[in-house]
């Protein structure tokens, strides 16, 4: 045990994770039963599902977590202003386990690229099998082509994806390269890119050491930005480098005297 933290911190984490883990057991014995009741009404199958997931997230993120002590937040904001650009793809920075889970939690009928080996997984497999969403093997040709007509089929619905664009989460604070597969499906969808930035102040389920007990309560900021559109005859290469330098931008700002401009700084 790192004996630099106090016990506190070791509860609350204890009881966050907990929560998560419960809430999970909870979502497969309880609610997918029901969902696979209502078999003989397609439409109201999807709806009941696709809400209390988005629901559940937006519990946990928003309410549980912060309740308990695990983060405050700080800032939510741009998502009434992107919601009139709707359809559209939505990019986010990655630092965390819990990225995903904010702009699910925020956003309504939306969907998500998701790596094929998570997509595996029990919960994660019902997402793919049941809300749309799309696994992807950033290593096959194939499943990157399969992805794309997926998601351009997903958006034809009226509904949104979410990409992580750099693939993984950043060890450094640093964005990390784009790929374009995002910015591909919003110039052959015809649909803005929304940038979003979820910063926190420490480094939280991230791949640094530490970070599964921060050492105090830190904040979050979830700040979507204004909508990209594709110019016209634009690259995907193109409309990335523009999405990139936005985001770019945010990150430095909301970096400014916290640890991540500290550990950019030394390296």
Not at 43 to 60: D, E, G, M, N, S
Not at 91 to 109: E, P, V, Y
Not at 151 to 177: D, H
Request: aromatic residues 12%; charged residues 20%.
């Amino acid at each position: 045990m790192d004996h630099t933290k106090p016990l506190s911190r070791y509860l609350v984490s204890v009881a966050g994770y907990g929560g998560y883990f419960v809430s999970n057991i909870f979502f497969l014995i309880f609610v997918m039963p029901l969902y696979f009741l209502l078999f003989f009404a397609p439409p109201v199958q999807k709806r009941f599902i696709t809400a209390l997931f988005h629901r559940y997230l937006a519990f946990l993120t928003r309410y549980y977590l912060p309740g308990i002590g695990v983060y405050r937040i700080v800032e939510i904001s741009g998502f009434d202003t992107a919601r009139a650009a709707c359809p559209a793809v939505f990019i986010a920075n990655h630092r965390s386990r819990i990225d995903a889970l904010f702009l699910l939690g925020k956003l309504r009928d939306t969907a998500a690229l998701i790596k094929t080996r998570y997509a595996r997984l029990p919960v994660f497999s019902s997402f793919v099998k049941h809300l749309d969403f799309i696994d992807i093997n950033p290593r096959s040709l194939g499943s990157l082509g399969k992805a794309l007509e997926k998601a351009k089929q997903v958006i034809e619905k009226g509904k949104n994806i979410v990409v992580f664009p750099e693939g993984t989460r950043s060890k450094t604070g640093r964005l990390r390269e784009f790929k374009d597969i995002p910015f591909k499906i919003a110039i052959e969808s015809h649909v803005p890119v929304i940038p979003v930035i979820i910063h926190s102040t420490l480094p939280f389920m991230a791949k640094r050491q530490g970070s599964i007990v921060p050492s105090h309560r830190f904040d979050f900021t979830i700040r979507c930005c204004a909508p990209v559109y594709p110019r016209r005859d634009e690259t995907p290469g193109e409309l990335n480098t523009r999405c990139r330098t936005v985001m770019a931008g945010h990150v430095k700002e909301l970096d400014k005297g916290t640890v991540w401009q500290t550990r950019k700084d030394m390296q």
